[in-house]
């Protein structure tokens, strides 16, 4: 199949890549010009695991285009897909710019019928306006070209997002009437051989489904949160609480772990942008509500555990921040709880020391002018004549560090692990003073 895919950031260059993958023939086009040209040399703009490969080798075997050019993507291909940002505006809902932009410019240059699939995470409705959008301009035109809007939400998971794309769990496909389904199936059946894991549904509820998808996966986490913090109060220990639930085979042990918070570019805004589209039709979604407040909290967690340590005064301290990126096995800092906890480590006198696999330039574009933090490129170097040390993002290269290594380097030695990694029983055997989330020692 002809496929173009505009927006080409982590979910339209993975989406596209693995298409291009199953023998389809894939433009991704993008507006930004400097990407383009990268990933023409094969140099990818994100880190995701597997990428890098895919990416060079569909591109050498032409099953794979990249263009700025979109009016060429169209021209060469009949099915389209919307995958650019959908980013919080001002007031909270989905800044949808990107995606009636696109809409405009596939009115204004389709030269036959097409079908539309919006993988951009959209407000309910949004299909309806793109739809009437590419209907205006082609009118414009005096064209009658056939277009049909379809909504597939994407689920996959930065870190993981070529394995969650090759096999996805489920393929939620809105469609506005049954005659595209078809289409659809033969588009995703290649990922899908062992059994069907089709969904197939209207287009408003497949907008919402993917809205009330990450609500609920941000819910679990905030809720666990709210149990950690009630732990830390009563004397219990949210590491066996959450083992205990888990077990309970209506819970399951996924999301249930308690931390510093979420971040990254989906819940935050998509939590927001859902609690807007609600209160745009005259309903308070007070349990999303709470779920945002108790993530903004969370995320001071680990700075309030400093400051009952070290006084509200930590001019002259030295941190060291162990993982920046929002989550493991990504680049991505958007919205990432390092983000929080540095600049208010900062804000109160700190110098920081920041390590992380992957994240580290994505970093420097956030603090490019501080003179208070220091990117280090190993994870020992950075805790040299450290007053304590933060754990934020759970990389596996920091579950069993060299803890006799990081106490030879360390001034202080102190550990603030915001993702439960260690215990006090390997903080003791180790000689170091150990904080975790929802677990205070009595
Ligand atoms: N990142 C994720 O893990 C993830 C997962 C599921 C769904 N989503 C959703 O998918 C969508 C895309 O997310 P992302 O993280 O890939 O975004 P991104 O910011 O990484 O990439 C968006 C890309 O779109 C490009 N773009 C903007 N306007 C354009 C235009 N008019 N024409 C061509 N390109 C244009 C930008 O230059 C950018 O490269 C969002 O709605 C997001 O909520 C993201």
Redesign the pocket.
């Known amino acids: 199949m002809n496929i173009s895919v505009?927006?080409?950031?982590?979910?339209?260059?993975v989406t596209g890549t693995c298409f291009a993958e199953m023998g389809n023939h894939v433009y991704c086009?993008?507006?930004?010009e400097e990407?383009i040209e990268n990933l023409k040399k094969s140099v990818i703009?994100?880190y995701e695991p597997g990428l890098s490969d895919l990416v060079a080798d569909n591109f050498n075997k032409n099953q794979l285009k990249f263009t700025?050019d979109?009016k060429e993507a169209l021209d060469n291909t009949d099915i389209c897909f919307i995958?650019?940002?959908?980013?919080m505006d001002k007031d909270g809902s989905?800044d949808l710019q990107?995606?009636l932009?696109?809409a405009e410019?596939i009115g204004m240059f389709m030269s036959h019928d097409m079908i539309v699939i919006d993988?951009?995470?959209?407000p309910v409705g949004t299909a309806d306006r793109v739809l009437s959008i590419i209907n205006g301009e082609l009118k414009k035109r005096n064209l009658n070209y056939l277009c049909k809007v379809i909504s597939n939400?994407?689920?996959?998971?930065?870190g993981t997002?070529v394995e969650d794309c090759m096999r996805p769990d489920r393929v939620v496909i809105g469609v506005p009437d049954k005659e595209v389904v078809s289409v659809m199936k033969e588009l995703y059946s290649p990922f899908i051989r062992n059994r069907d894991r089709f969904i197939i549904m209207d287009v408003k509820s497949a907008e919402m489904t993917?809205y009330a998808s990450n609500a609920m996966l941000a819910t679990r986490i905030s809720f666990m949160n709210e149990m950690a913090n009630i732990c830390e109060r009563i004397g219990a220990d949210i590491n066996n609480v959450r083992l205990g639930m888990g077990s309970d085979s209506r819970i399951g042990y996924s999301f249930l772990y308690a931390g510093c918070g979420y971040g990254?570019?989906?819940f935050p805004?998509?939590v927001r942008a859902l609690i807007k589209m609600a209160d745009n039709y005259g309903y308070r979604a007070e349990i999303l509500e709470t779920v945002e407040k108790v993530n903004h909290n969370q995320k001071f967690i680990l700075l309030e555990k400093a400051l009952n340590r070290f006084g509200e005064d930590l001019s002259g301290l030295v941190f060291t921040c162990w993982g920046l990126a929002f989550k493991p096995k990504t680049d991505?800092m958007r919205e990432a709880p390092s983000i929080t906890l540095i600049n208010e480590l900062m804000k109160r006198g700190a110098y920081v020391k920041a390590f992380d696999p992957k994240a580290v330039n994505e970093a420097k574009k956030i603090w490019k002018n501080e003179k208070n933090i220091e990117f280090i490129d190993n994870k020992y170097d950075a805790v040299n004549d450290s007053d304590a040390l933060f754990l934020v993002t759970e990389w596996k290269e920091f579950r069993c560090p060299d803890f006799y290594e990081i106490k030879k380097r360390m001034k202080n030695f102190i550990i603030f692990d915001g993702r439960n990694q260690y215990t006090y029983e390997i903080a003791d055997k180790n000689g170091f003073e150990y904080y975790q989330i929802g677990n205070v020692r009595c």
């Open positions: 505009i927006g080409t950031g982590y979910v339209g260059l086009v993008d507006t930004d990407k703009p994100i700025t979109i995958a650019v940002g959908t980013p989905a990107y995606v932009d696109v410019k993988k951009s995470t959209v939400p994407e689920f996959l998971k930065e997002a993917k990254g570019s989906c805004k998509d991505d």
